[in-house]
């Protein structure tokens, strides 16, 4: 037999290595598609980690003819502290509360009121921001350029979440102190700006900002927030979606798809924490499933996200929640789960609540 020449096996071997390099990069991804994907046994250890299936009951209800609603809770010295946002028929303002033992709260005043003739007139819904998000931290909320800074739902309109809502930024150099937020002067996110999505060209709702170190995304403020949208080809419904800044004033969004989808009805109000090397998402979840209800979601990057397929964390099951249990707050303090929520009963009476890890008894608060 005839030896083949080299440049006559190079011709003959060159189909074959490139076929080789297409079925590498193939292989490569699918890794890079499945890579992100936290198994269902991370997740499961995430859920025994996170469950909390004792219901306290209620810490917060509501004076008559008004609703409380989506705590955030942070640690400042030796006291617990909680904002929280009042609505009286007319809209949200934004107030604060202490306590000593994370179950009885003493409310101190506002931090985000009504004005007159502003973009944020009669909705000012806050949202604490810049939280140590560590799991079983120290819960305290970090400095930025020497302020404390707050992140909220803002609009004209009165009203129920009334009108077109947008993101307002406000900060305060005393976080403890019952004193008004300074605001920045005009929304930071709207979906009337030209770089709307269409996953939130309509409204935006609650959002939540975190201080990444790592800059995970390329940038050190990551704001998660739920928005109403609709495209040609996508049916409306509420979604979570980020946003990105390097100066928590001037902020833009970042990628072009929601990092949490249902496909229907809600997914909203994100609250961001770090078990070991996994970020874990808390948020509620309505209507693309009867009732709502609080779930949870893990990611290694912040950008990909598995959502959790098993048991909600919360749902309705007692007297004072059986209508709706959602919008978590979730820390770990000295062993115990603590997870806050809203609670609303059939008669519409909107109040927080707590569920615990383990038993701690039962609130004596009750509606009206």
């Known amino acids: 037999m005839k030896k083949l020449s080299s440049l006559a096996l190079l011709f003959l071997l060159l189909p074959l290595f490139s076929s080789y390099q297409k079925n590498?990069?193939?292989?490569?991804?699918?890794?890079?598609?499945?890579?992100?994907?936290?198994?269902?046994?991370?997740?499961?250890?995430?859920?025994?980690?996170?469950?909390?299936?004792?219901?306290?009951?209620?810490?917060?209800?509501?004076?008559?003819?008004?609703?409380?609603?989506?705590?955030?809770?942070?640690?400042?010295?030796?006291?617990?502290?909680?904002?929280?946002?009042?609505?009286?028929?007319?809209?949200?303002?934004?107030?604060?509360?202490?306590?000593?033992?994370?179950?009885?709260?003493?409310?101190?005043?506002?931090?985000?009121?009504?004005?007159?003739?502003?973009w944020d007139s009669n909705q000012k819904a806050g949202y604490i921001a810049l939280q140590d998000y560590r799991w079983g931290g120290s819960y305290e909320v970090q400095k930025y350029d020497g302020r404390y800074w707050i992140s909220y739902l803002g609009g004209k309109s009165a009203g129920y979440e009334a009108g077109i809502l947008k993101t307002g930024i406000a900060y305060t150099e005393d976080i403890t102190r019952t004193e008004e937020w300074k605001r920045v002067p005009q929304p930071v996110l709207s979906p009337e700006e030209s770089?709307?999505?269409?996953?939130?060209?309509?409204?935006?709702?609650?959002?939540?900002?975190i201080w990444d170190r790592e800059n995970s995304t390329g940038y050190p403020f990551v704001m998660f927030y739920n928005a109403k949208g609709r495209s040609r080809t996508d049916a409306e419904a509420e979604r979570i979606a980020m946003a990105v800044s390097t100066d928590m004033v001037n902020w833009k969004r970042f990628g072009r798809r929601p990092v949490i989808d249902h496909g229907s009805g809600i997914s909203g109000d994100a609250f961001i924490t770090k078990i070991d090397n996994i970020w874990v998402m808390f948020y509620f979840g309505a209507f693309w499933k009867p009732g709502a209800f609080d779930r949870f979601a893990c990611s290694y990057d912040l950008i990909n996200w598995t959502c959790w397929k098993g048991e909600d964390l919360v749902k309705p099951s007692e007297d004072f929640d059986n209508r709706y249990a959602h919008k978590p707050y979730v820390i770990k303090y000295n062993g115990v789960v603590y997870h806050f929520y809203c609670a609303v009963d059939r008669n519409d009476n909107r109040g927080i609540a707590v569920a615990t890890s383990i038993d701690m008894g039962k609130s004596k608060l009750l509606f009206n």
């Open 24 to 118: 590498l990069k193939s292989a490569s991804g699918r890794s890079s598609k499945y890579k992100n994907i936290v198994a269902d046994s991370t997740m499961k250890r995430v859920y025994e980690e996170i469950k909390t299936p004792y219901k306290y009951g209620l810490v917060m209800v509501p004076p008559p003819n008004k609703m409380v609603d989506s705590p955030s809770i942070f640690r400042h010295g030796d006291i617990w502290y909680m904002t929280y946002i009042l609505f009286d028929g007319k809209g949200y303002e934004t107030w604060l509360a202490k306590s000593e033992n994370l179950l009885n709260w003493e409310t101190s005043g506002r931090i985000l009121s009504f004005t007159e003739d502003t």
């Open 195 to 209: 770089d709307a999505r269409w996953y939130d060209n309509q409204t935006i709702y609650k959002s939540t900002i």
